[in-house]
T-cell receptor, first 113, second 112 residues
Framework: NAGVMQNPRHLVRRRGQEARLRCSPV?????VYWYRQLPEEGLKFMVY????????ESGMPKERFSAEFPKEGPSILRIQQVVRGDSAAYFC???????????FGNGTRLTVT | DQQVKQNSPSLSVQEGRISILNCDYT??????FLWYKKYPAEGPTFLIS?????DKNEDGRFTVFLNKSAKHLSLHIVPSQPGDSAVYFC???????????FGTGTRLQVFP
């Protein structure tokens, strides 16, 4: 049973480019969460999605960031016009329901040059 | 507004001794608490949890204690092993929130 799969593991983008981070949840999990970890900081919640619906995006910056979890395919976190401050590790997690522990992927480390 | 706080950024313990990691929270609506362990370049992995209806939960070498009146929980690892060296995150959720709120983590180093 595969765990949460994130790709790419490492992503380098120049300022102004777009970054797309993908997350395939554990099979059967319909709840997906995205967290960001800045250097020397903890995990900060960004967005919570269920299939085709955004449940809570209170942690997402209002501009440039968007997330989706389509009926078919992985969840995508999209960052437009990246800036150096977007450099961080982005972790995706999934769960079968809202009350179960989250299963995390190994993250995508985004570096903006 | 840090609702979950881990005030010790690091802890060093000798192999075989007890490791005690602490966590404080401010939101009285939190009713479910978890500990995650994270190795470098990997995602956090779930370790142990506790519901607010309990004050202790034990799983092998790991025990979590919850003191609701003090809004404090702790993770005890005994005996500590070198493989326990990692960053430990405390997390909480409750009836008024639909997501896990994480602390900033404590880096545990277990030396021989």
């Amino acid at each position: 049973n595969a765990g949460v799969m994130q790709n790419p593991r490492h992503l380098v983008r120049r300022r102004g480019q777009e970054a797309r981070l993908r997350c395939s949840p554990v099979k059967g999990h319909s709840h997906v969460y995205w967290y960001r970890q800045l250097p020397e900081e903890g995990l900060k919640f960004m967005v919570y999605l269920q299939k085709e619906n955004i449940i809570d995006e209170s942690g997402m910056p209002k501009e440039r960031f968007s997330a989706e979890f389509p009926k078919e395919g992985p969840s995508i976190l999209r960052i437009q016009q990246v800036v150096r401050g977007d450099s961080a590790a982005y972790f995706c997690a999934s769960s079968p329901d809202a009350n179960s522990p989250l299963h995390f992927g190994n993250g995508t480390r985004l570096t903006v040059t | 507004d840090q609702q979950v706080k881990q005030n010790s950024p690091s802890l060093s313990v000798q192999e075989g001794r007890i490791s005690i990691l602490n966590c404080d929270y401010t939101n009285s609506m939190f009713d479910y608490f978890l500990w995650y362990k994270k190795y470098p370049a990997e995602g956090p992995t779930f370790l142990i949890s506790i519901s607010s209806i309990k004050d202790k939960n034990e799983d092998g070498r790991f025990t979590v204690f919850l003191n609701k009146s003090a809004k404090h929980l702790s993770l005890h690892i005994v005996p500590s092993q070198p493989g326990d060296s990692a960053v430990y995150f405390c997390a909480a959720m409750g009836s008024n929130t639909d997501k896990l709120i994480f602390g900033t983590g404590t880096r545990l180093q277990v030396f021989p």
